[in-house]
């Protein structure tokens, strides 16, 4: 006989969304139970989970609550489902997406297939030349304030699919397990770390923010990456207006505009508004501000340009610290190379398509390190620094590609020009 459930939710579904799991592995939930732990008895979890998702009797356990540390201070909640309900949340990814992703702003970012920080970046540069103001918006406690009635309103706008309007509703309501082991429940918001919480963060800014710009202010461009989100404005007196529409438009949906870290930067050279108090933002891990350039023609400047930011780069020099590479001497210098390079290339691939050149000090703290492995490695330059150094800018010319940052600052990787 063949089985009949009351939602129709294809196995290969469940398949699909498994392994996408799989692939972005992650920690374990409240059961402790890792990604290879789930795969070891994979056939059964899957059916148990897609037996339950069809028949309407699942129900998810609680997110694991970890808080991680913020760059600039303090720690940000982040929640962890259970490697089960990740599958369960990405078969109702797999359904939302292909619905919303047509209706999403073009200038929204975050989370999205084919958009990425980097276009948000680029993006804002551009328009940080055509616009002297930019409103740096900041909402308190985004993921924590989400009205679970405006969220669900949303849903169902976009679907009627039962199964999905009902595990959605399920997921915003499951308890979050403390660090402390104690349980608290959710009245609202939705936890980061979830994977079908990114679409349903970016659903419900697409119309508390998105859609309301468009027709409430379609001449103000912005970049949104899920809640970081920067407006351009002609006019001081138009970015003050569009702070105070944008203070009560957030608070009819139950959302805070931060009053210390939402602020109006003044996106020109000191020329034209060198006596505004703020003339830089970070956005995406990186810092626009007024900043020296050379141009083609040779002639020297000011423009208004993203490099990585203090705050990105004191986290790189925290990361390279607490490696303690120099204490590895046991270690070859190929293997220190193939152990860290994937960190290294990590931190070019993102940081360095604009004004590459403020990353160089930072990537230098490896080379420092390197000599200081050096010397604890070789008896020759135990007590000779000099010597040392001296040996490293000979490994360097030798092997320009051995570790990602000399092919980026000596080798074919380096290009000319700061920007």
């Known amino acids: 006989m063949l089985e009949t459930k009351p939602f129709a939710i294809p196995k290969r579904e469940v398949w699909e969304a498994f392994k996408k799991v799989r692939a972005n592995q992650g920690a374990a939930g409240v059961d402790g139970q890792s990604v290879k732990d789930f795969e070891a008895n994979l056939e059964n979890n899957l059916y148990k989970l897609w037996n339950r998702m069809s028949s309407g009797t699942y129900f998810p356990p609680p997110v694991r609550r970890v808080d991680i540390p913020k760059d600039g201070g303090g720690t940000r909640p982040l929640g962890i489902p259970t490697v089960a309900d990740r599958v369960a949340q990405e078969v109702a990814k797999r359904h939302l997406e292909p619905l919303l992703e047509p209706k999403f702003h073009e200038d929204s970012y975050g989370y999205r297939p084919g958009r990425s920080a980097i276009d948000a970046v680029g993006k804002a540069r551009q328009r940080c030349w055509r616009f002297d103001w930019t409103l740096d918006i900041d909402i308190k406690g985004f993921f924590d304030s989400i009205d679970h009635g405006l969220l669900l309103k949303a849903v169902r706008h976009h679907t009627d699919c039962p199964w999905v309007l009902l595990y ?43 859609r309301w710009m468009t027709t409430s202010y379609p001449r103000i461009p912005f970049e949104r990456y899920a809640d970081d989100i920067i407006c351009h404005c002609r006019s001081l007196t138009e970015a003050q207006a569009l702070w105070d529409a944008l203070k009560a438009r957030f608070e009819s949906c139950g959302l805070v505009l931060h009053p210390v870290k939402t602020k109006i930067v003044s996106c020109k ?103 200081k492995w050096a010397r604890q490695k070789y008896k020759l330059l135990r007590r000779r620094p000099k010597a040392a150094r001296e040996w490293l800018a000979r490994v360097k010319a030798a092997n320009p590609h051995l570790f990602a940052h000399w092919r980026l600052m000596y080798g074919t990787g380096r290009t000319s020009g700061a920007v």
Do not use: C
């Open 168 to 210: 959605v509703e399920r997921w915003l309501k499951a308890p979050v397990q403390m660090e402390d082991g104690s349980i608290v429940p959710r009245g609202e918001g939705t936890p980061q770390g979830g994977v079908v919480s990114p679409i349903l963060a970016n659903l419900f800014l697409h119309y508390a923010f998105d």
């Open 269 to 371: 050279d000191y020329k034209y508004h060198g006596d505004f108090p703020d003339q830089s933002f970070d956005f995406l891990g990186y810092s626009f501000r007024p900043r020296l350039i050379r141009w083609p023609n040779g002639n020297g400047g000011v423009s208004f340009l993203p490099a990585a930011s203090p705050k990105a780069l004191k986290a790189i020099r925290q990361t390279i610290r607490g490696w303690r590479m120099h204490r590895w001497s046991n270690k070859s210098l190929l293997d220190l190379a193939q152990q860290y390079n994937p960190y290294i290339q990590g931190w070019i691939n993102y940081y360095s398509h604009f004004y590459k050149s403020v990353l160089y000090p930072t990537l230098l703290r490896v080379d420092a390190y390197l000599v």
